[in-house]
RNA sequence: GGCCUGUUCGUCUAGGGGUUAGGACGCAUCCCUUUCACGGAUGAAACACGGGUUCGAUUCCCGUACAGGCUACCA
């Protein structure tokens, strides 16, 4: 397999759903895997659907994750172009191919008169009204009109598609990678569009013609193509590629988190999560659907959250870079089933790998979270303040919810800590230390804040149980954060003695002794 | 409705004819700690159901239920 091409095929007609990302990842890891290539094939045979914007933004997605497309409309490659909208031209000869050879035909049928077919079926309780090998005889094509009517018709430049032909009695047997042997009836298929009338080849068509052209080895995409998979193994086999036919790897879905059905903006928006990539802005409005990216989630956490979400090691690590996921991933560890999105396991991982950038990083991640709160430091002190929040981060923007006492004296004081804490012992310990700290000349550090704050202590015969939240609260107006004495030691003496008296006046006003 | 696919703790999953059915997230309790977090320990928590096959089925087979997908001149 050393020849290994797969392709990711979106449509560009919205954001990329993280299911695709994930669809991407697998033909990605897969492809790597193998040293094989990546390519990328915008899927625009519905011009009706197409969107401004969506191939840009799958760009941007893909290569964000860490995708790197090896043939593609940016890259280019041999068997360019890697837009269908612009393979236009090459789709009908292989159509005409199959009329020529008897597995397809022509169909004049207006829109109304399909409506009105399906109508009389339903009326007749047929089970599933199609166009397929018995209710094609009642319609208008190239197999129930005379030969000279049909080329009158195509001549006069009249609206047709192209149907195929499905055979009467066969089965169709797929082995697919994932789900073992697929057997389908060929009676069940109805006879698919092949050719749209503007000309257009539907996905089936093009899905297999591109592949087969482009010398696509292994088909990886979501499960909602398995039902069609049997009628492309039709396609290759009337346009003579069996031989050459992929293999297929139909992926499970992901599923709402709770619940039923397929994961959905709807749910995302219910959750409060990201079901995008990235920020995706809806063109002629000013919404802006969220995105993994711009809610603070780090790449390489997505990318191991996602390689888990149906596939897994077969061992008990969970913690993978790209470069480890491409050495262990293989298709046979791929789940069957469809698997449910947790946001919470996505937020673990994310947690995980916050923790392990360097300290330089770290401090570079919290300079522009403040940066992005107008907020500028100096870098040493931003690098102890990472340090001490490192461990209470899930992401970035966390540095400043968790830390901005650090950059502001409180403006308010936690209510539920002010009135349980908040007592005479603590006003008296405040002044006190207020006092020592003022006459404290000579650094600050951890050790010396924390022996001053015992001495005061000792001398007030207060135990430090008693007390120690009721300070934090006075300094940070929070009951909750990193060690107290590291928190004054950044804060300085004279901070510290500030926000001591503010709080003192402030909240001996509003709680009673 | 028809066709296709699936079903192990709440979730992601490992496993596979005989196991105390393992791990992770989440949850709970305890320890650590001035607090919270981290960390550590412990705990609650699963083989959808019914038939077969078998000495023995969670594992194999068949049904049923449930779930998902597809059923467009959309992909």
Redesign the pocket.
């Known amino acids: 397999m050393s020849d290994v091409r797969v392709r990711f ?3 560009p ?1 919205g954001p990329l759903h993280i299911g695709g990302v994930r669809t991407a990842l697998y033909n990605y890891l897969f492809s790597k895997k193998h040293g094989g290539k990546m390519l990328l094939r915008i ?4 011009q ?2 197409f969107v401004p914007g969506a191939e840009n933004y799958i760009l941007e997605a893909l290569q964000w994750v860490g995708i790197t497309i090896d043939e593609g409309p940016t890259q280019g490659g041999p068997h360019a172009p890697y837009r ?1 909208s612009e393979r236009k031209p090459m789709y009908r000869a292989y159509a005409e191919q199959l009329i020529a050879e008897g597995n397809a035909y022509y ?5 109304e008169e ?1 409506e009105a077919m ?1 109508e009389r079926l339903k009326a007749a309780k047929v ?5 397929n090998m018995v209710t094609r005889m009642q319609m208008n094509n190239s197999l129930t009109l005379p030969e000279d009517e049909v080329k009158r018709r195509l001549d006069n430049g009249e ?3 192209i149907r195929l032909k499905v055979p009467r009695k066969e089965e169709i047997r797929l082995n ?1 990678l ?8 060929s009676s ?3 006879d ?2 092949l050719l ?3 000309g ?5 068509l ?2 297999i013609v591109d592949d087969h052209l482009m010398g696509i080895t292994h088909v990886i995409r ?8 049997p009628l492309h193994v039709l396609l290759y086999r009337f346009l003579g590629w069996e031989s050459t036919m992929p293999k297929f790897a ?1 992926l ?2 992901l ?8 994961l959905s903006k709807r749910d995302a928006d219910a959750g409060g999560f990201p079901v995008f990539p990235i920020d995706w802005k809806v063109p002629g409005t000013e919404d802006t659907w969220i995105g993994f990216r711009d809610q603070g989630y780090l790449q390489e956490a997505v990318v191991n959250f996602l390689a ?5 090691p ?1 061992t ?1 690590e ?1 913690l993978f870079t790209m470069e480890q996921l491409i050495q262990e991933f293989s298709i046979e ?1 791929i ?8 946001i ?2 996505a ?2 991982y994310n ?1 995980q790998y916050l ?1 392990l950038k360097s300290d330089a990083e770290l401090q570079q991640l919290m300079e522009s979270v403040l940066q992005a709160e107008g907020v500028s430091y100096d870098s040493t002190t931003i690098g102890a303040i990472s340090l001490l929040l490192k ?3 899930t992401f970035a923007q966390d540095f400043w919810t968790e830390g901005k006492f650090f950059f502001q004296a409180p403006l308010s004081y936690d209510s539920a800590v002010a009135s349980s804490k908040w007592n005479s012992d603590a006003i008296q310990v405040s002044k006190a230390l207020q006092d020592k700290l003022q006459s404290h000349t000579g650094d600050l550090s951890p050790e010396t804040a ?1 022996h001053l704050f015992h001495e005061v202590l000792d001398e007030q015969g207060i135990k ?2 008693k007390v ?2 009721a ?2 609260l006075a300094i940070t107006g929070v ?8 928190i004054i030691s950044i804060l300085g003496k004279d901070e510290t003695v500030q926000r001591l008296q503010s709080a003192l006046s402030t909240l001996s006003e509003t709680v009673k002794p």
Do not use: C
């Open positions: 095929a979106p449509s007609t899927e625009d045979t519905d009706t659907r269908q169909a004049f049928d207006t829109e399909l399906k089970a599933s009204p199609s166009y609206a047709y598609v697919d994932i789900r073992g042997w697929v057997v389908v009836h069940t298929i109805d698919k569009v749209k009338s503007d257009m080849p539907t996905y089936h093009a899905n979501g499960e909602e193509w398995l039902p069609s998979a139909h499970p879905l599923l709402k988190p709770d619940g039923n059905g397929k888990f979400l149906g596939w897994n077969g008990q969970e560890r789940g069957k089933s469809g698997t449910k999105f947790d919470n396991k937020k673990w947690q923790r461990e209470r981060v924390k430090i149980g120690m939240q300070v934090r009951g909750a954060g990193p060690d107290l004495m590291h």
